[in-house]
């Protein structure tokens, strides 16, 4: 099984090509890529209120 990473832009891009390009598969049916692409925004907002909250060195 391969290492597990955070979802980014760059995944949720792809997920969302695969299931355009595949409409009747379980990904494009279930809605995973639009979770997919909400997650990644999520983790990007995330990640840019902690550095803005970071001490300044």
Do not use: E, L, Y
């Amino acid at each position: 099984m391969g290492r597990r990473t955070g979802m980014d832009k760059a995944a949720a891009a792809r997920i969302q090509s695969s299931a355009a390009r595949n409409p009747r598969s379980d990904s494009a049916r279930s809605g995973f890529s639009s979770r997919a692409q909400s997650v990644a925004d999520r983790r990007r907002a995330s990640r840019a209120a902690r550095r803005r909250s970071a001490p300044q060195r």
